[in-house]
């Protein structure tokens, strides 16, 4: 009657495609020491991998690597974006490496271990999550 569907079975895993040409997309520059920032939104996971003046030498995000809807937020997808920088880190030839976390989503911490179990030696872990000092404006104040 028309085309029949095929339903892949997958467990959100990360697609090998999409893996393979994250890795293939890295920098020809070497460096030993560089910076990861890892931005934990709700909704998503950033790693962005930098030199110590700042400039941006590789990213991935868990979106990238094929997680869609609410399972880029996860703990595990964090994980897999985690050991895709940390492979693409030692390409680059990275042996040092500072950690700025910000954000509040569930894979902070998931994505920092997965990086560091690649054999990286940690400088240090700094927390830059913005914090409201004053809060929201108050409700006007009500008229009767």
Do not use: H, Q
Request: aromatic share 4%; charged share 30%.
């Amino acid at each position: 009657m028309g085309k029949k569907r095929i339903a892949k079975k997958g467990g959100g895993a990360v697609d090998g495609g999409e893996k393979a040409r994250a890795l293939s997309k890295i920098p020809k520059k070497k460096m030993e020491k560089a910076v990861l920032n890892v931005k934990a939104t709700y909704n998503n996971i950033l790693l962005t991998l930098c030199d110590e003046k700042g400039n941006t030498i590789a990213w991935t995000s868990s979106g990238a690597l094929g997680f869609k809807g609410a399972k880029k937020g996860t703990p595990f997808a964090a994980a897999k974006a985690g050991e895709l920088m940390g492979d693409k880190a030692k390409m680059i030839g990275i042996k040092e490496v500072d950690i700025v976390v910000k954000g509040i989503g569930a894979g902070r911490e998931s994505a920092m271990r997965a990086f560091i179990s690649k054999g990286f030696k940690l400088r240090t872990i700094k927390d830059s999550t913005p914090i409201p000092y004053n809060g929201p404006r108050l409700p006007k104040a009500r008229r009767v």
